[in-house]
């Protein structure tokens, strides 16, 4: 039978929170009358969350469980969504809670006013540290500065995709991946619907700092050359400013000023742009590691168990 609307969760150690998204993703979605599944994507859970999410495949066959082999990452765990969902519309949100699923019907409906892409807004957010909201407010400003493609400021991944953008996007195999960004990047007619993220239902945050990190250096790579150009515009800045330099240093010498003797000022200039050189290599670095995956080509992920696959 075909399915109407996918609502694709990546799931890490939710153990807590399954039993409820699903409850309220099953009340949402059978309100709206139409066929509708949930696929669950096991992103290497060690908590029982794996068993919780195939006992509720057993009783329910909205239920879409995709096992991954182990944890791959938030962003991977969705493009399995993507891969998986067979609906005429795919909606991506947290297991958490965090998107709630009453917002869905709100999205489903600029859906049907012809729009492909409706990518949900925090108008608010709740029960985040303001460390949180203040990197995730300076990260999506930076990115919306730096990078070619115009990410809606303070969207996360909770959306909707009708499914010729989803079939766009399969075809994007990229190995570090930003998914908002890819979802912005392939263009079709978007629209935001602003919503009020809530806190966590339960459990802590699978995001530390690090992963935070590591998704905007994919999210900077993936859609910017700017980290490569700076090393253009700083090397042509500090060889102007020494060609500059030697006329008056020459000069200088010629009217007999004892200026520019010191050591200390040699071992600044050649610590300061050691530095920058050792900086720029390291920004060559992050490219070329990330060519290189590409290179190998291996599989974006691997899944222990997963229905069969269409298209
Ligand atoms: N998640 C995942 N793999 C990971 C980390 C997180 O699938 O390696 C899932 C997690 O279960 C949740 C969603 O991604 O459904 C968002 O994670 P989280 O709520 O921890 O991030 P935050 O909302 O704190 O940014
Ligand atoms: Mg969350």
Redesign the pocket.
């Given at each position: 039978m075909p399915v109407k609307f996918s609502i694709v969760?990546?799931?890490?150690?939710?153990l807590e929170n399954i039993p409820e998204l699903y409850r309220r993703v099953a009340a949402v979605m059978s309100a709206t009358g139409e066929t509708w599944e949930l696929v669950l994507?096991d992103?290497g859970s060690n908590d029982g969350s794996t068993e919780r999410i195939r006992e509720l495949a057993a009783v329910d066959k909205h239920v879409r469980p995709v096992i991954f082999a182990r944890?791959f990452?938030?962003q991977i765990?969705v493009t399995a969504g993507w891969d998986y969902a067979r609906g005429e519309a795919v909606v991506i949100m947290?297991?958490?809670l965090?998107d709630p699923p009453e917002v869905i019907p709100d999205l489903i409906a600029r859906w049907r006013e012809g729009y492909e892409v409706v990518y949900a807004v925090r108008a608010e957010r709740e029960g985040e540290t303001w460390f949180?909201k203040v990197t995730a407010a300076l990260f999506y400003r930076i990115i919306y500065r730096i990078t070619d493609v115009k990410i809606p400021l303070d969207t996360g991944d909770f959306r909707l995709l009708d499914r010729k953008v989803v079939d766009t996007l399969k075809t994007m195999r990229e190995h570090h991946r930003f998914p908002r960004g890819m979802a912005a990047w392939v263009g079709f007619r978007q629209i935001g619907v602003p919503y009020k993220r809530a806190a966590?239902h339960a459990g802590v945050?699978?995001?530390p700092f690090s992963?935070m990190f590591k998704l905007a250096l994919n999210a900077i790579t993936g859609f910017s050359y700017f980290p490569l150009q700076l090393a253009t515009y700083f090397g042509f800045t500090s060889a102007g400013l020494a060609i500059v330099a030697i006329p008056v240093v020459i000069i200088m010498r010629v009217i007999g000023h004892g200026a520019f003797l010191g050591q200390a000022t040699t071992l600044i200039a050649v610590l300061f742009l050691g530095g920058v050189q050792l900086i720029f290599l390291g920004v060559l670095g992050e490219y070329l590691g990330r060519i290189y995956d590409e290179v190998k080509g291996r599989p974006l992920y691997i899944v222990r168990e997963a229905p069969e696959r269409e298209g």
């Open positions: 969760a990546p799931v890490f150690n939710e994507v992103d944890n990452g938030h765990a947290d297991a958490d965090q949180k966590r945050t699978k995001y992963k």
